[in-house]
């Protein structure tokens, strides 16, 4: 068998050829892959959701999707999730909000009554550094130092205690998570009260 001579041409075509082959495997994985991991997420949110309703036996009545501007004119987007019980009776809201926390975006998903109090929340997505800003997914539960449960943002300052800002303990070494926390869960009150409910 005769040698292939090693050129500019040939080394582009061999090049060439293997990305193709390789780009044609990546796209067959993924597509592969896909359906699971959006199954996954799903049902992530759907035991999101009832988490922070703290209600097992809920329906998700209606979606809403809301669009507001911070205060720098960036667009932000809010889904609300209405649930009611199994009598139909409304129970509130789980609302999905993001902002930038010290590691990137912090995704979290907030449950209010119908008259606003937190329910509870459980954080979606993060990329706070772990054994600090990560210790958010607890720090602001029920019983805990920064306890935000029960408290409404209407009549609350749910903002950290550090320069006299509210009435909640920031996570220790975590001040930039902490207040991006308490904006993510000011900014979903926000949308789910502007969002009417049927």
């Known amino acids: 068998m005769k040698k292939i001579e090693s050129s500019l041409l040939n080394m582009v075509l061999v090049l060439t050829g293997v990305a193709v082959i390789m780009g044609g495997i990546l796209a067959y994985v993924n597509h592969l ?7 996954q997420k799903e049902k992530a949110l759907a035991d999101g959701i009832k988490s922070v309703m703290v209600c097992e036996d809920l329906t998700v009545a209606k979606t809403d999707t809301v669009k507001q ?3 720098k004119g960036k667009e932000l987007t809010y ?8 009598d139909g009776k409304d129970l509130g809201a ?7 926390g010290f590691g990137g975006d912090l995704r979290v998903l907030v449950g209010f009554d119908p008259v606003g109090n937190i329910l509870g929340y459980t954080l ?8 600090l800003g990560a ?13 935000i449960i029960g408290k409404n943002p209407d ?24 207040r991006a926390f308490l904006l993510a869960v000011n900014n979903a009150f926000k949308a789910y009260k502007a969002t009417p409910v049927e």
């Open 33 to 39: 892959t896909s359906g699971p991991i959006n199954e």
């Open 69 to 71: 501007n911070d205060p």
């Open 79 to 86: 889904v609300i999730y209405q649930a009611t019980d199994k």
């Open 94 to 100: 789980a609302v999905e909000s993001t902002t930038s």
């Open 124 to 131: 979606l997505e993060h990329a706070e550094t772990p054994g």
């Open 135 to 147: 210790k958010a997914d607890k720090w602001f539960q029920k019983g805990e130092k920064g306890d």
């Open 155 to 178: 009549t609350d300052k749910l903002a950290v205690t550090k320069g006299g800002e509210g009435d909640i303990d920031a996570i220790t070494a975590s001040t930039i998570t902490s």
